[in-house]
């Protein structure tokens, strides 16, 4: 099964689309261009992501010249426009526009990665008899690279079940917020989705869509009043221990994404939100932190203050362990 390189960490571009914080106009091209000059070499977007593509496409049309479109990899996703169930498509019609409308906004001509995005909001059949055959069919065309589907775990392992007996398996799948400090339920699972034939195992979100976060979550985040709470606990026990809460859940997810030893076992890349040179940059040294550290079991034994803060938030984080958020929401 061959499979291209990529680099551990992907940049993602869903901060650029304005839903964390605001930035002023030279940030997108900052991110972007530190995260390649530093080895990261794929970046993921979305339309759902606000005008995330179109700031991306805009960016990289100013570094084309220094990092040529062959030199990385673009993914994005159909099917979700916007936070209602009304504003899913999946159709076949839909799904050929959406690719378009991305490459136009990307300023490419091919895109490496599409998903098909939160598949959960939507019957099965509109994803394995919709979507999915038209973005196959575009992968014939040479329009797209790779195909597969995002979210929750237990519909990715169903749908890459079904692919894998239709002899059309999925290339990728990515599930966010499944592998960090609250829900590590994504990486036991891995092996499964290679079963089934799938090359690339993403992971998404180690602060878990901001939740994480030294300023704590943004208001839209999902997480329970009393989850919320309990990282409100997290984060003040790791600064009375003098740890960067964000250093911290990042070696925690990296860790138990990357340090099993074994690349079938391991997750092919985790898609972190970066917005300005600085977090690209502290994004990368938790990575080299973690991995020349870890042992392999979610605690950096080779540095006592980050393994002693762990131990502490484990504790306060053990009511919520494995926890998610309803999906789709009821208010959908």
Same mark, same amino acid.
């Given at each position: ?56 496409? %805009? ?36 799904? =050929? ?28 059949? %509109? ?56 829900? %590590? ?27 994480? =976060?030294?300023?704590?979550? @943004?208001? &839209?985040? @999902? ?55 600085? %977090? ?44 998610? &958020?309803?999906?789709? @929401?009821?208010?959908?």
């Amino acid at each position: 099964m061959s499979k291209i390189t990529l680099s551990k960490l992907g940049l993602g571009a869903g901060p650029l689309g304005g839903n964390y914080d605001s930035f002023d106009s030279d940030t997108p091209v900052d991110t972007i261009k530190t995260a390649f000059e530093n080895g990261i070499n794929w970046l993921d977007t979305s339309p759902y992501y606000g005008n995330s593509e179109s700031v991306v496409g %805009q960016a990289l049309e100013k570094i084309y010249k220094d990092h040529p479109r062959e030199s990385f990899y673009i993914s994005t996703k159909i099917g979700r426009y916007g936070y209602f169930k009304k504003d899913f498509d999946y159709s076949a019609k839909r799904t =050929r526009m959406s690719v378009m409308s991305s490459l136009e906004k990307l300023k490419t001509s091919y895109l490496d990665f599409v998903y098909c995005h939160d598949v959960e909001f939507v019957d099965l059949d %509109q994803v394995t008899d919709c979507a999915l055959p038209e973005l196959f069919k575009m992968k014939q065309e040479g329009i797209i690279k790779n195909v597969g589907i995002s979210y929750p775990l237990d519909i990715l392992l169903k749908i890459a079940e079904i692919q894998h007996k239709k002899g059309q398996p999925l290339d990728q799948v990515l599930s966010y917020c499944h592998a960090n400090l609250h829900n %590590q339920q994504a990486i036991p699972i891995i092996p499964k989705f290679r079963s089934y034939g799938v090359k690339y195992v993403f992971m998404a979100s180690p602060l878990s869509m901001g939740l994480l =976060r030294s300023q704590g979550p @943004p208001e &839209w985040h @999902p997480a329970s009043s009393e989850l919320k709470s309990a990282v409100t606990s997290c984060i003040e026990c790791m600064s009375a221990n003098n740890c960067d809460p964000v250093e911290v859940a990042m070696t925690y997810a990296f860790d138990i994404s990357f340090s099993s030893h074994d690349d079938y076992n391991n997750a092919d890349g985790y898609v972190v939100g970066m917005l300005g040179k600085d %977090q690209v940059l502290s994004s990368l040294g938790a990575l080299t932190n973690t991995l020349k550290l870890s042992n392999g079991d979610g605690n950096n034994q080779f540095n006592p203050k980050i393994a002693a803060c762990l131990e502490q938030v484990k504790k306060i984080m053990a009511p919520f362990q494995d926890y998610t &958020w309803e999906s789709p @929401p009821a208010d959908a």
